[in-house]
């Protein structure tokens, strides 16, 4: 049986999409991998993989017959800022790891996430195009702009078949918050449910592109399914679904939880939040794949509510 690799499943996007992909193709051809073990037993089949130990991962991937590669592992962009050189040698060796013994092996495709990260100060903010300036000021955009290069690289010159997606912030109440820089439109729930108010450290009119998790999963999956014929990017694809600021998310918890305060003092996140777009056109999305959205702002506030609520509840059980 042809199988799929998750590499970093137990992360924010790793354990939902690899729960995904279990239901859609059946737990015998799904291993999740990350280089931790997990808190809890996850409900997939789970092993420990080192992305950075390129024998490991190939003896794996030969030993299993993989056929896809989802490869998500990463240092996120306000931890990597904490620790350049760190982050920029997980982000790059890990995925150079990947794309040589895709090559190798003939692996049918490989995913890897990229991020609204690539971009930066001078690229236009307002419905970012899908080719624009790129001129990322974070080690973490830096490293996802060199990836993108690697995976067209490596597309062109191997016939790689890598897919990619400028992920937007990931919003989910499963996951705790990873070190990003829009992790706010996370911990801004969990705090409102257990202490009525958040002290946010963006600015308070920061807009910032979102999405939430099921979309994500959603699109990612699609876009792996998508023909290669129908493909026009081999970078990363821009993909939308809302934008706001964190005076709005605030506003829309307010709409539930009348008592709820929000009060602002930005730190370095705000100067990345600053370099990234506002907005992103992803008509290539549209285009290519049909992607589209299913989450506003109003719904992700119902369900992230809703859903914090019942995580909380069951915890203090």
Request: glycine share 6%; charged share 25%; aromatic share 10%.
């Amino acid at each position: 049986m042809a199988k799929i690799l998750v590499i970093g499943a137990l992360g924010q996007l790793g354990s939902e999409l690899t729960q995904a992909l279990c239901e859609k193709y059946g737990k015998e051809a799904v291993i999740a991998t990350d280089i931790r073990h997990p808190e809890i037993k996850p409900a997939f089949p789970f092993a420990i993989l080192d992305v950075m130990d390129k024998e490991a991962l190939r003896k794996l991937v030969q030993k299993e017959g993989i056929q896809q590669i989802f490869h998500l592992a990463a240092i996120l962009s306000a931890k990597g800022e904490k620790n350049p050189q760190l982050a920029w040698n997980l982000n790059m060796t890990s995925l150079l790891n990947v794309l040589d013994i895709a090559r190798e092996n003939n692996i049918k495709k490989v995913f890897w996430p990229s991020s609204i990260a690539v971009f930066g100060p001078s690229t236009p903010k307002d419905n970012t195009p899908q080719t624009t300036i790129m001129d990322p000021n974070t080690v973490y955009g830096i490293s996802k702009l060199a990836g993108e290069r690697w995976c067209e690289y490596y597309y062109e010159k191997f016939g790689v078949d890598v897919r990619s997606i400028r992920y937007p912030g990931i919003i989910s109440y499963k996951a705790q918050p990873g070190g990003g820089t829009t992790d706010y439109a996370i911990d801004i729930f969990i705090q409102a449910l257990t202490t009525g108010k958040y002290e946010c450290f963006l600015e308070a009119d920061a807009r910032l592109p979102m999405m939430y998790i099921d979309d994500a999963v959603r699109g990612t999956i699609e876009l792996m399914d998508a023909d290669a014929d129908n493909l026009t990017v081999r970078s990363g694809y821009n993909l939308g679904a809302m934008s706001f600021t964190p005076e709005e998310i605030a506003s829309e918890v307010m709409a539930h939880l009348e008592n709820f305060e929000i009060t602002y003092e930005p730190d370095f996140r705000q100067q990345i939040a600053a370099s990234w777009p506002s907005s992103v056109d992803d008509s290539s999305a549209r285009d290519d794949w049909k992607w589209d959205h299913a989450y506003d702002l109003g719904k992700l506030c119902e369900v992230m509510l809703k859903g914090m609520r019942e995580l909380l509840e069951n915890q203090s059980m």
